[in-house]
């Protein structure tokens, strides 16, 4: 058995998966040893102040420390940390990577919006290939990406600075959302019948409101509904009878909107939302790439 590792720094939390995989992963299984959630708010310094502060570079570098002890203990073969939207645009995140490197020996990659679209991309197109037409829509705290998907094929996808934490506080403007309107209709005029796959926390936590099971459709009427539902509802009724995280019940309702919007953009009628996140695209191009991923130092 092979075992992987993935971290995602993302502008509202930090991710950890480790995997185990037979050695001949022809059947592509993967086994999941551990998978940690850190609620460390990136995005919430970035988009305001352009930098990481002080005190958060220090928490991203203890939850990296503990990250490195789980691998270890896990004895990961390879591991690949991926950083996004905060990090991308942080004007001290060369200092704070060589800080890692210089404690910790580990390796930090800051990825494109495009690059991280299509790393989770690549498994709708495996996995998802008998839905002909697919508007893949990643929400992060400071980044969506958007992907098209036709018969298997990606078509164009793009990123766009419209993310959570950005709604939050009001650093979105009204071109942004015109520019993400018009590249919607504009790449999706040709095809009919469009559905809608999710990606992200957010996603996951609309999924267990929804009571569905994993990849069955949700119409758009009824995720207005819980839209609605969740408008209703104060910040401490969503984290107390809704059972959200604190770092959840706030950000769940501006990701919300960004998936009607997108399906009203489209025409798509239904969102399937699989509960996969960056980390488990990063896994699998993990196994499928000999060159991608580093090894763990002591």
């Known amino acids: 058995m092979k075992k992987y590792a993935a971290i995602d720094i993302g ?10 995989v037979p050695s001949n992963n022809s059947l592509k299984q993967y086994r999941k040893l551990n998978l940690v959630r850190v609620p460390i ?13 002080k005190n958060k570079g220090n928490q991203l570098i203890d939850a990296l420390k503990s990250f490195k002890i789980l691998m270890n203990i896990n004895k990961v073969d390879k591991y690949k940390i991926c950083a996004t939207s905060a990090m991308r645009e942080a004007s001290n995140s060369k200092k704070i990577i060589k800080a890692v ?6 390796n930090i990659n800051i990825i494109t919006g495009k690059e991280e679209a299509s790393v989770i991309a690549n498994i709708f197109i495996k996995d998802y290939n008998h839905y002909n037409n697919l508007l893949y829509i ?3 705290g400071g980044s969506t990406e958007l992907t098209i998907i036709n018969e298997g094929n990606i078509i164009a996808s793009k990123s766009f600075k ?11 403007n009204e071109n942004i959302w015109l520019e993400y309107k018009n590249w919607i209709k504009d790449n999706t005029e040709n095809y009919d019948n469009i559905s809608t796959i999710a990606s992200g926390g957010n996603a996951n936590k609309l999924l267990r409101i929804s009571e569905k099971k994993i990849a069955e459709p949700i119409s758009i009427s009824l995720l207005k509904e819980i839209y609605e ?5 104060s910040f401490e009724e969503r984290v107390l009878k809704l059972n959200l995280n604190p770092d959840r019940a706030d950000v769940i309702i501006p990701a919300t909107k960004i998936y009607l919007r997108s399906m009203k953009f489209s025409n798509s009628k239904k969102i399937i939302i699989p509960r996969i996140g960056l980390v488990d695209g990063i896994i699998r191009k993990i196994d499928s790439n000999k060159n991608y ?6």
């Open 162 to 172: 419209i993310g959570t934490v950005r709604m939050l506080n009001n650093l979105i």
């Open 138 to 140: 990643d929400v992060g």
């Open 229 to 233: 539902d969740l408008k209703m509802h």
């Open 101 to 106: 490197y210089d404690k910790l020996k580990l």
């Open 11 to 20: 502008s509202n939390a930090i991710r950890l998966l480790i995997v185990s």
């Open 293 to 298: 991923g580093d090894k763990l130092s002591k």
């Open 41 to 53: 708010r990136l995005g919430g310094d970035v988009f305001i102040k352009n930098k990481i502060s």
